[in-house]
């Protein structure tokens, strides 16, 4: 793991504030040079500290207003049925996380739809298509109290 100083804090800090700012406005933001200040950015890229920059899109205002997490208990847990499932859920644009949990169930997910009849028709149509899947619980949600992508980056203590 790459130590990461004050400074590469205060760059992934600005970053996932606004991805859009250029290195000189970074660069101004920090008090330090174009140079320096480019060259952490492509070394943090290359490391794989930041993997991708994205636009975060407000999901009620382009349709997807039901937000549903939902628990999936496998039948058979052999490594080819679970790379199945895997490879499966991964081509299925609604599910937008995926987790493979410990307890009850095997993995959870969170998906977006417009509405209940949708929900229902992707639960009956793709999910319901998958061959290994014993069980699902499905959790809707109600109102979001906090939803957050900023990760904060602390000083290591090794």
């Known amino acids: 793991?790459?130590?990461?100083?004050?400074?590469?804090?205060?760059?992934?800090?600005?970053?996932?504030?606004?991805?859009?700012?250029?290195?000189r406005e970074l660069a101004a933001r920090l008090n330090l040079s174009y140079t320096p200040v480019y060259e952490r950015v492509r070394r943090l890229e290359k490391e794989g500290i930041i993997k991708k920059y994205v636009a975060l899109i407000d999901r009620e205002k382009v349709g997807k207003k039901l937000m549903v997490f939902c628990n999936i208990a496998l039948k058979e847990h052999s490594l080819a049925m679970g790379e199945k499932f895997v490879e499966a859920i991964m081509a299925i644009p609604e599910v937008l996380e995926c987790f493979n949990i410990s307890g009850d169930y095997d993995f959870l997910l969170k998906i977006l739809v417009n509405d209940m009849p949708e929900y229902q028709r992707f639960l009956m149509q793709k999910l319901g298509s998958l061959e290994n899947i014993g069980s699902t619980h499905s959790l809707f949600v109600m109102g979001e109290i906090k939803n957050q992508s900023e990760i904060q980056v602390v000083q290591s203590r090794d």
């Open 1 to 23: 793991m790459h130590i990461l100083d004050d400074t590469d804090r205060a760059i992934l800090h600005y970053l996932q504030e606004d991805a859009t700012l250029k290195t």
